[in-house]
Antibody, heavy 119, light 107 residues
């Protein structure tokens, strides 16, 4: 059974930093691209970042480019999102999501980790 | 950036009735379109990918159609567990983009 478990969320002041983690199990993590998708409270879904299986290809939404860094450790079956220079508009539930087998849709999602940026 | 526009924003349907949700892309995304269902307090769940292929374990009452810029998700006979928010997402271009969602509520 595929499981994705996010951790690391919390309350951070504007301008602060935080790192989210996602522990994966139940599939061969090293062979799939992985992603972060966020959802501000009461709003819709926003794709944040993607990383290929061997970290060769990395993509970011314009809204986080230059502030967020996605990375992975295939030996630890883990995905990360380092978030710097945080803003109030970064407040959201952050989901870790696995790329689908036949396209860049998201076939499995974690339960989400809430980041609140507030003074 | 490809803008995904869903309509209507809210759909009021009685249990057992048919629901038809629309998703329009600002430019062609071929068949690289997915649909997700999200219930309150839960993560999204993949329903459809490739515009019309049901994901594993998704009931046959969910069907997707369309290509290019116009897509439809149909729920043939709404069950109580189907009342939720539905999102479309294109994966033809970067950045990946979602529609704003359609809330299916009980009439």
């Amino acid at each position: 059974e595929v499981q994705l478990v996010e951790s690391g969320g919390g309350l951070v002041k504007p301008g602060g930093s935080l790192r989210l983690s996602c522990a994966a199990s139940g599939f061969t993590f090293s062979t799939y691209s992985m992603n972060w998708v966020r959802q501000p409270p009461g709003k819709g879904l926003e794709w944040v970042s993607s990383i290929s299986s061997s970290s060769d290809y990395i993509y970011y939404a314009d809204s986080v480019k230059g502030r967020f860094t996605i990375s992975r450790d295939n030996a630890k079956n883990s995905l990360y999102l380092q978030m710097n220079s945080l803003r109030a508009e970064d407040t959201a539930v952050y989901y870790c999501a696995k790329k689908g087998g036949s396209g860049f849709y998201f076939d499995y999602w974690g339960q989400g980790s809430l980041l609140t940026v507030s003074s | 950036e490809i803008v995904m526009t869903q309509s209507p924003a809210t759909l009021s349907v009685s249990p057992g009735e048919r629901a038809t949700l629309s998703c329009r892309a600002s430019q062609s995304v071929s068949s690289n379109l997915a649909w997700y269902q999200q219930k309150p307090g839960q993560a999204p769940r993949l329903l459809i990918f490739g515009a019309s292929t049901r994901a594993t374990g998704i009931p046959a009452r969910f069907s997707g159609s369309g290509s290019g810029t116009e897509f439809t998700l149909t729920i043939s006979s709404l069950q109580s567990e189907d009342f939720a928010v539905y999102y479309c997402q294109q994966y033809n271009n970067w950045p990946r983009t979602f529609g704003q969602g359609t809330k299916v509520e009980i009439k």
